[in-house]
């Protein structure tokens, strides 16, 4: 691998550049930028004397439904500017204005209306860059573009737009602060630009310049923005320091309840070191405003990922992603990677050994900071470090240790961003005592290598990866580390052995990925990973586990010219063989799947998993025990949706599973209905309904007297009904009611308990177990109840300025009483119990210099 890294980088210096605006190697089209002598009144009527003088371009193309076609209606904008903004006038023509879709809602919600969207290259690097779009009501939408093709919704700027309706169609006028954007130092700049406008009663996309969902990338089809001069340089600093007071439960003894009023001052920094450089800051973060993670009970043996909310955590952070296991470049949904920052400020880790009721969920954040940049040369670099506290539980035992998490990323684009390498480096040190040495790394070191290059046209691109990973502890740490679920050291017929005299533990991962992405209608990757056994990085990244090896194939037939009864349609295959590096196969799979995209603005969706098409194991299953062969599987599934558009839309998914020779079968329904009951108030109530007939669910490992292991396995009939419930209600852009509440509710029930027989590799199913009486007090029944809720007013009452008012609720319970019972019943259970009830007021006020 680090042989091919050296020839690549050679190949990138000694390569002609490529040509880079679309598909087949095209000259860009280019817009010009007018200085402006006095800033235009954002008003959206574009009467200002700028707009007379400024430039018009109107050459837009359909994308959608039809690729490089007529637009249906004419849309034309003009670009100004001044040393601090970026202004932009775009005109929506409309032979029927009061036919133009409205949807009043909550910022960065695309309701079922009409948009106009401006996309800036301000570093012209054809691989980042930002998004700003609005509809006809002045709901405002913006991304942050990484890696040329990936979306951050959760960025957001400080921008105006205002808009009106007229007789001719529609307006937007914008004015993007250049403290927004970022871009190298100089007396000149050009700027990747692109305008994309929806016409959504036709479900048209129209862009300039035109656009191919044909070709891969984003960022690399967009048009060149010249003509701005003198732009500033200046240095930005932006201070939102905020005010929390919050009014929290909590329980004194036995039944009783009382209330704490807690106070928390903190706040934000971003510093524009130079325009390309920008240190945030956070002090004593506060993310109450921030809603609940969803239910989940988890019976397997891996960790359940969850998604990263917090804003500071979330914006921007696309630069210090570095994906493991990352098999799919168009799906990728394993989640790995080296960053996983839900692991700073995460539970504690000892809260359930020597917590209380009094101790925190979470743990504090004392500071944290992200330095990022990128060069004219093309390097992209970011410095992410944070401190958490210590977190002292029950008999003032520490539960969490004083923590610094770091994270140095680096990016180096080659050929006008058609290849690049990349760095990245992560840490953790730990401050720990006698109580959490046994249990935690007292240092962890990770560290990766990659490189990427696209040719003909960006079509193709062959991308590789090497990373190493390093933890430290004491003795019994290490001990706890090699027989945990990410590594089962302790398996018995592999190759790895337990060595309790260890005090670190490293591993290394390999992957290896060449596909074509772009151009024509046929799409195909294949892939290979590789991970040591050691590998560990979950003390700030994400694995499930190691000791894998992967290889993966996928190819499609991806159609996007509307044509027939589809306007879209695409059809995949899949294959997929795993082993585990002892030399076990863990899977042989086979996946088809089809999508499309009906005339009517329905879509439709169906597939099927095939499963162990070969004699295969699974090593997790036993929970450090011996491998179990697997039955062959196959699992079915399928879905639709509505128009969105309509007052009235739903849709279902239903997934289907059948293993272990006829004895394992699931089902699981997934509908949903969202409602428009006006243009500013949605409702949207979805369910998720599981039953669950688990023949082979793993029950427990018992030792007897003689010190023999049972390796138990049951029969789980499990039952769940969730429901998802929102209400968004809009009074202004600026000023929105949201509400999100989850009841859920699991029950389950273990029945003909056997355990691992001699012959756990039998091809026979029957043959793998053997009776088993589980030791008396054994439970056998579970219920878990659970009801989350968050309440948010939120008002921007000035521009980066909020203030939230927020209460959220939570009730839970567990119990191995009776499970059967109807789930009108479970769910009346459930608001009987006696809630949780926290109260957030949050103020903060934008300061800009």
Request: with cysteine.
């Amino acid at each position: 691998m680090p042989v091919a890294l050296l020839a690549l980088v050679a190949l990138a210096f000694t390569h002609p550049p490529l040509r880079q605006a679309g598909e087949g190697g095209t000259a860009p089209r280019t817009a010009l930028a007018a200085r402006a002598p006095q800033p235009p009144a954002i008003d959206g009527r574009g009467d200002d004397a700028i707009w007379r003088d400024a430039q018009r371009t109107a050459d837009f193309r359909q994308f959608e439904p039809k690729v490089d076609a007529e637009a249906r209606f004419k849309t034309e904008f003009q670009v100004a500017y001044d040393e601090h903004n970026l202004y932009v006038f775009v005109r929506m023509f409309d032979p029927h204005p009061d036919s133009i879709m409205h949807a009043l809602s909550r910022r960065d919600v695309r309701g079922p209306s009409d948009q106009v969207k401006l996309l800036i290259d301000s570093y012209d690097d054809r691989r980042t860059g930002y998004q700003f779009a609005v509809n006809p009501d002045g709901v405002k939408r913006d991304y942050s573009i990484s890696n040329d093709t990936n979306e951050d919704d959760s960025w957001n700027g400080i921008w105006d737009v205002a808009t009106t309706v007229d007789s001719l169609g529609w307006t937007a006028e914008f004015r993007i602060p250049l403290s927004q954007l970022r871009y190298a130092p100089g007396s000149d700049h050009v700027f990747g630009f692109g305008v994309w406008r929806d016409i959504e009663r036709y479900r048209e996309r129209v862009a300039w310049p035109a656009y191919s969902p044909t070709a891969n990338g984003l960022a690399s089809q967009l048009g060149r923005l010249t003509g701005l001069e003198g732009i500033s340089s200046a240095r930005r600093v932006e201070v939102t320091p905020y005010l929390v007071t919050r009014n929290v439960q909590r329980t004194t003894s036995g039944t009783r309840y009382e209330r704490d009023q807690q106070f928390t001052v903190g706040g934000d920094l971003k510093f524009g070191i130079t325009p390309n450089i920008t240190l945030d800051a956070t002090v004593n973060p506060d993310f109450g405003q921030v809603e609940s993670d969803p239910a989940v009970l988890n019976l397997s043996a891996f960790e359940v990922f969850l998604s990263e909310r917090r804003p500071f955590f979330v914006e921007g952070t696309g630069l210090y992603q570095f994906a493991l296991n990352c098999y799919i470049v168009v799906d990728c949904s394993t989640n790995e990677g080296l960053f996983y920052s839900r692991r700073i400020g995460r539970s504690p880790a000892l809260g359930g050994l020597y917590g209380d009721a009094s101790t925190p969920t979470s743990t504090p954040i004392a500071a944290a900071t992200k330095l990022t940049g990128r060069t004219s040369g093309g390097l992209s670099f970011g410095l992410l470090d944070a401190v958490t506290q210590e977190v002292v539980g029950a008999s003032n035992r520490v539960v969490e240790p004083r923590t610094n998490f770091a994270v140095l990323r680096a990016q180096q684009d080659l050929r006008g961003g058609q290849a690049g390498v990349s760095l990245i480096g992560t840490a953790v040190n730990r401050s720990l005592d006698a109580t959490t040495d046994p249990f935690l790394h007292a240092s962890a070191y990770a560290t990766g290598a990659s490189f990427r290059n696209r040719f003909r046209d960006g079509q193709y691109e062959l991308t590789g990866q090497l990373t190493a990973s390093r933890v430290s502890g004491s003795r019994e740490a290490i001990y706890r580390t090699q027989r945990s679920p990410v590594h089962f050291y302790q398996q018995p017929g592999d190759e790895l052995d337990v060595d309790s005299s260890r005090t670190s533990l490293s591993g290394h991962a390999e992957q290896v990925k060449f596909g074509k992405y772009g151009g024509g209608i046929t799409r195909f990757e294949t892939s290979l990973v590789r991970q040591s056994a050691g590998f560990e990085v979950n003390d700030i990244g994400f694995l499930r586990r190691a000791d894998i090896i992967d290889w993966s194939t996928w190819s499609a037939l991806s159609f996007r010219n509307a044509r027939g009864i589809y306007r879209w349609a695409q059809v995949n295959g899949n294959h997929w063989e795993q082993w585990n590096t002892s030399g076990m196969r863990l899977d042989n799979a086979v996946n088809v799947n089809g999508h499309m995209g009906l005339r009517n603005n329905w879509d439709v969706h169906l597939g099927s998993t095939f499963n162990r098409l070969t004699e295969s194991f699974c090593d997790r299953c036993t929970r450090g025990g011996p491998a179990l062969r697997l039955s062959p599987g196959i699992s079915p599934w399928g879905g639709f949706n509505t128009d969105s558009r309509r007052m009235l839309s739903g849709g279902m998914w239903a997934n289907l599973r059948f293993t272990d020779e006829g004895k394992t079968r699931g089902t699981s329904l997934s509908p949903y209905l969202n409602l428009r009951v006006s243009t500013r108030m949605q409702a949207n109530v979805g369910f998720d309904l599981s039953h669950q007939r688990d023949n082979s669910q793993w029950f427990g490992n018992f030792v007897d007297a003689a010190g023999t292991t049972h390796y138990a396995f049951a029969r789980l009939d499990q039952r769940t009904i969730g429901m998802q419930t929102r209400v968004n209600y809009t009074v202004t852009p600026n000023l929105t009611f949201e509400f999100y509440g989850e009841p859920f509710v699991s029950t389950g029930a273990y029945s003909d308990v056997r355990e691992v027989s001699a012959t756990p590799d039998a091809s026979a199913y029957d043959d793998r177990f053997q009776p088993y009486v589980p030791p008396d007090g054994t439970q056998e029944r579970f219920k878990v109840t659970q009801l989350r809720t968050n309440t948010v007013i939120r008002w921007e009452y000035r521009p980066g300025s909020t203030l939230f008012l927020v209460w959220t609720q939570g009730r839970q319970d567990a119990t191995d009483q009776d499970a059967r019972q109807p789930w009108t019943r479970d769910y009346r259970d459930l608001f009987a119990l006696h809630p949780d009830n926290t109260f957030l007021i949050k103020f903060a006020y934008w300061l800009n210099r």
